[in-house]
């Protein structure tokens, strides 16, 4: 699964990067979505250490990580796209931008999905 999941990584940041870096569109400013990437995971990786899982029940800091995480991926399939109406990027580029951000937030949905229990394959371990 870990082999899975680098592979996607890796093929979301080969759109990426084709974005950006084809003679045709020769522009790199879609790389300011890699802020994005790394930045996604944060909230919810803070909530976890703090919350106790015990309580079914919804709790506040929980919540707010996913809003902010929520708010952290739509502005980062938002801002390709402002780019793109602005004429700083060509629509093309905007599109392989898209489909990067896809993969690659797929990847990492998967690997909160996969290594996000509190088993003995977990990525708190690590």
Known sequence: MLLTLSFGGAIGL???MLGCALPVYDKYWPLFLLFFYILSPIPYCISRRVV???DSASN???ELAI???TGIVISAFGLPIV???AEVIAWGA???VLTGNVVIFGTILGFFLVF???DDFSWQQW
């Open 14 to 16: 080969m759109f990426l």
């Open 94 to 96: 905007c599109a392989l």
């Open 83 to 85: 780019f793109a109406r």
């Open 52 to 54: 106790d899982d015990t």
């Open 116 to 118: 996000g229990s509190n």
């Open 60 to 62: 506040a800091c929980k």
């Open 67 to 69: 809003f902010l995480t």
